[in-house]
């Protein structure tokens, strides 16, 4: 499956939410965030959602390594689109990688395949993107 009006799938849309979020502490770590990370691609041995799931994991390990270091939020980062501060860099980083989420709850349901634990609107709540899923 792939998504409505996009070449990418399943797959590449559940590796594109990790590297979202890999790229905050990637972007804190290195001094600058590359409009290249957004577009990459799983790699070819990344091939089934077992692998992607994996690849999360290592991803979730990570960022809560990286936020528990003091001032792991301070100061301001260099972004392809301008400065940012690190908080409204790491706001803008998880209303990204949410609203991919929510886009693999549509493919989830599309499926007929029900998550244990999908978002709801209080997980949401003061994120500013779109109400629709594909816009």
Known sequence: MKAPGRDRTVRQLGFHVFRVSAAFA???????????????????????????????????????????????????????????????FMERTTWHAAQHLRQIYWFLDQMGVRADAPLTDADLEGLPFPREVWS
């Open 26 to 88: 990637d972007t804190r770590e290195q001094g600058h965030l590359s409009e290249q990370w957004f577009e990459e691609n799983a790699p070819a041995e990344m091939a089934d959602g077992d692998a992607v799931a994996r690849y999360g994991d290592g991803v979730r390990r990570r960022l809560q390594e990286y936020s528990a270091r003091p001032g792991w939020c301070d100061g301001d980062v260099s972004t392809y689109y301008g400065p940012q501060t690190a908080h409204d």
